[in-house]
């Protein structure tokens, strides 16, 4: 028999409902029974138990939220009764790192992906080539070269919809009325140009358009200069084109120097060109195609081998959360975590604001004291800066957040928390730096999900594992994004964009560590060249972060 309500941690004062509960349901709970007083929707939660102003919530086993107005024994939890609350954290305390209950991966030790090995070691899990643009000048040139590379080299998959149009346009000509023309069912006719791929050990060509290399503040440039390095670098790029304009604040130099950092003895074909120097755009685009084409020869050259699971680096993201993300997708993800730690590979978890509330738990989890200090001072830091402009974390959950069940931030958070498993924190990087160390890392990014993933991909995750209850389609360039729904309504009404359900775990069907192993599984495939939705739509969303304030 499926539950109506779940209890997250021993310690939780309130249930999250499994179902919707109308007015005067009778719950089971505990020795009882508990009659919702008002309607309950699927995902939010109810109270256990009457609540008083002033009363703390505990979800997750901490504290979530702070009760303004009463609440009935039976009542619904909503943000006109509960606001953000948090406990403070102390970044001195005690490390309990040894106590973790390492899982058992003997059956995955000997599993191997196919995977592109690089000079420095590391293995992609695709084959890419960038065309990259130093400065948001450059970007009218980057559609130049896409346009002429993409639909000759077998890359093309754009869908058109243009016979849908051609057939509204019939309609229109015989007459048919607004009303009639609403009504009609269109046929799904949508068709999409694809031809053989000229290099088919090349996944594709890249074009990074941004609007970021001048302007600004002159750091603004240094950090974009970071992170196109950090793709040029990352073990899924084969080599890449740069345009510059040459008068602009991310200098070629400036670039150069963030690749050095994160590969001293760098060893892709890279070809970077100044406009200003080369002179007309047509002198400047065929250089680009020669030397690009080039490349891609360069590239076809190599082919997937077996790697160890050890070198996958796995970032963790979410986005269009709900109520079942904490539950379900995100403590399976955070399994999958754990089991990659085990095995010697590496995990990021990035969305600092989604870590407020659960910092001292991440800071007790550290390995030692600069590294929890490092955390702190981060968080700290990300806060105030939101704070002085009027802003906060507590203003992070979406309209679609709320409108599925996270009302506070930190209850959010606290969700969203447990895709990091429950590994020692073996380094905290700020961005975007590289990851360099096996074993869960911590990345200061925003919570916004496109800037949060084009940063972990940037810090060198060669797979993204991202978690939706609302459905989202964001994807990568470079690094495939695997969409993990928290609910199977999701993964039935959007199957077009969905990789795995999760929601088998909130039906009764699939407990937590079994869902954690499917979805490992499924990343080794898709590891040695499996395709996800997100890559099979041509979704490669590319949105570096400006370090203001983004939540």
Not at 412 to 425: E, I, L, Q, T
Request: with cysteine; aromatic share 6%; glycine share 10%.
């Amino acid at each position: 028999m499926k539950h109506l309500v779940a209890q997250i941690h021993p310690h939780d004062n309130v249930l999250v409902a499994l179902t919707d509960l109308p007015i005067g349901t009778p719950v089971p709970w505990k020795d009882g029974m508990i009659t919702t007083t008002q309607a309950i929707p699927a995902k939010h939660k109810v109270a256990p138990q009457a609540f008083e102003p002033g009363d703390l919530v505990h979800m997750y086993g901490v504290l979530v939220g702070k009760v303004r107005q009463s609440i009935p024994l039976g009542g619904l939890l909503t943000t006109s009764n509960i606001q953000h609350a948090t406990d403070s954290f102390d970044q001195t305390a005690g490390m309990h790192r040894l106590n973790w209950p390492v899982p058992d991966v003997s059956k995955w030790q000997e599993r191997t992906f196919m995977g592109f090995h690089r000079a420095d070691g590391r293995v992609g899990t695709a084959n890419y080539w960038l065309v990259i643009p130093l400065v948001f000048c450059e970007n009218r040139n980057i559609q130049v070269l896409e346009e002429a590379l993409v639909h000759d080299l077998g890359y093309g998959r754009k869908k058109s919809y243009q016979p849908q149009t051609q057939e509204l346009i019939q309609l229109m000509q015989a007459g048919k009325t607004v009303e009639e023309i609403l009504a009609t069912d269109l046929h799904s006719t949508e068709t999409s140009q694809h031809k053989p791929k000229l290099f088919p050990n090349v996944d594709g060509v890249r074009f990074l358009q941004h609007e970021g290399g001048c302007g600004g503040i002159r750091q603004d440039a240094q950090t974009l200069c970071g992170l196109l390095a950090g793709y040029i670098t990352h073990p899924n790029v084969a080599g890449a084109t740069v345009l510059s304009l040459g008068c602009q604040n991310a200098q070629i130099s400036m670039l150069q120097d963030e690749i050095n950092k994160r590969s001293p003895q760098f060893y892709k074909p890279l070809y970077i060109l100044e406009q200003q120097k080369i002179g007309t755009e047509e002198a400047l685009i065929s250089t680009a195609l020669r030397q690009t084409f080039a490349g891609l020869m360069q590239a076809n050259a190599q082919h997937r081998q077996p790697a160890p699971l050890s070198k996958l680096t796995i970032g963790l993201e979410c986005g269009g959360s709900d109520g079942f993300s904490g539950i379900s997708a995100n403590p399976a993800v955070g399994h999958v975590s754990d089991m990659l730690v085990a095995l010697g590979g590496s995990v990021i978890l990035a969305e600092f604001p989604e870590l407020c509330g659960v910092e001292q738990e991440l800071v007790d989890r550290s390995v030692d004291q600069p590294t929890a200090e490092r955390f702190s001072s981060l968080m700290k830091a990300y806060g105030e800066s939101a704070v002085a402009v009027g802003s906060g974390f507590d203003m992070n959950p979406s309209p679609g957040n709320i409108r599925d069940g996270l009302i506070t931030d930190a209850m959010k958070s606290a969700g969203a928390a447990r895709k990091g498993g429950s590994s020692p924190v073996v380094a905290v990087l700020d961005y975007p730096e590289l990851v360099t160390k096996p074993g869960l890392n911590l990345l200061c990014t925003p919570g916004n999900d496109v800037e949060s993933t084009t940063a972990e991909v940037g810090s060198g995750a060669n797979i993204v594992l991202f978690t939706t209850g609302l459905g989202t389609p964001t994807g990568n360039p470079i690094a495939p994004v695997v969409k993990i729904s928290s609910n199977t309504a999701l993964a039935q009404r959007m199957p077009d964009i969905i990789d795995l359900n999760t929601g088998t775990v909130i039906d009764g069907e699939e407990t937590i560590e079994q869902a954690g192993e499917r979805i490992l599984d499924y990343v080794v495939r898709v590891a040695s060249g499996e395709e996800v939705a997100a890559v099979r739509h041509g979704q490669t969303d590319f949105i570096p972060w400006k370090r203001g304030v983004s939540l």
